[in-house]
């Protein structure tokens, strides 16, 4: 895509439901996976109508959205690039002008942006922050990952990310919220309330809480050893890092870096945890290098049309 579009998407993505978008994604992914056999175009009619209606289907879906967007935005002020891959819009909208900072992909991580009240927030890759440009409360909306330094102030800073909350007056924390993965909040310093749903804690500094989506919601909070490795993609050698992490997670993480999908053996699904740190500098297959050795007794870690694929090998049964 050029710079123009992508910034598009960036923005259709900070509006609407993640899960829905990432959802419909990955169903067409699902399906668009059985061999694909070339014939004339004379005995491909059928498929060419069906092309042609799953077309019309998504440029009808693709108008409901826009008329559905445009109920509650005027129109563009302004979208611009500000560094590689990272957009910044101004809409028009009924609350005033909405302001949008995004990071597309994996460029120039970390991305810092300052807010109109002086607090800082750095975006990882995927990430985008929207707020009204006014800031007269001091409210943000995530998608992706950030560290926020909230700046003090009387009023209360509210981040929202998908249906949960936080809720601070001046603080450090980290928010990871991506599609498919586990909520993280870690708290660095100060205090934060955090909402979702029933669910309701006050966070002390170096408390971490995970909250997995599902019916119900699963959520918990735990005491972290080394609360500063949640911030260490924000370091001048970004990564990430996993400590005793349940394989099928660092591969999910891995691929949803590197915009690639995954398929891991249902075995090695549960039970298989592993020390790993993800270098964002690194390209996937020096990533993938290390997981390699350490399964090399009883998997094999292959990268097959867009998808990291992770099999048992014959004759192996072990999980851990």
């Known amino acids: 895509m050029t710079a123009a579009e992508q910034a598009i998407l960036d923005a259709e993505l900070a509006h609407l439901p993640a899960d829905k978008v990432w959802g419909r994604v990955l169903a067409h992914i699902e399906t668009s996976r059985e061999v694909r056999v070339i014939r004339p175009w004379y005995i491909r009619w059928p498929a060419i109508t ?3 209606a799953a ?3 998504l440029v ?8 559905e967007h445009a109920k509650n935005t005027v129109g563009t002020l302004a979208m611009r690039t500000v560094a590689p891959g990272h957009y910044y819009q101004e809409l028009q909208g009924p609350d005033g002008i909405e302001v949008i900072d995004s990071a597309a992909g994996r460029q120039s991580v970390p991305y810092p942006v300052t807010l109109p009240d002086g607090s800082k927030v750095t975006l990882s890759y995927g990430s985008s922050v929207r707020y009204i440009k006014a800031f007269k409360q001091r409210k943000v909306m995530l998608a992706g990952q950030a560290h926020f330094d909230v700046a003090k102030s009387s009023h209360p800073f509210i981040v929202e990310s998908g249906k949960t909350t936080v809720q601070v007056l001046g603080t450090q924390f980290n928010w ?6 586990p909520n993280e909040i870690t708290l660095l310093s100060g205090k934060i309330r955090l909402s979702r749903g029933n669910f309701q804690r ?6 971490r809480a995970v909250i997995i989506e599902g019916n119900p919601v699963r959520a918990s909070v735990q005491k972290m050893a080394r609360p500063e490795e ?3 993609w924000m370091s001048t050698r970004p990564t990430i890092k996993f400590d005793s992490t349940d394989l099928y997670i660092v591969i999910e993480r891995m691929a949803q870096y590197y915009q690639v999908g995954y398929d ?8 298989r945890q592993v020390n790993y740190i993800l270098d964002l500098r690194r390209s996937m297959d020096e990533n993938l290098a290390p997981i390699r050795e350490m399964l090399r007794a009883d998997a094999k870690v292959e990268v097959r049309n867009g998808m990291i694929e992770v099999r048992l ?4 049964n072990r999980t851990t």
Do not use: F, S, W
Request: no cysteine.
């Open 50 to 52: 069906a092309g042609a």
């Open 230 to 232: 949640a911030v260490a």
């Open 313 to 316: 090998k014959e004759g192996t």
């Open 55 to 57: 077309l019309v289907i």
């Open 202 to 207: 006050v966070l002390a500094p170096a408390e």
């Open 176 to 181: 990871m919220h991506y599609p498919g993965v």
């Open 264 to 271: 891991v053996d249902a075995r090695l699904q549960n039970g």
């Open 60 to 67: 009808a879906g693709g108008l409901y959205r826009y008329q």
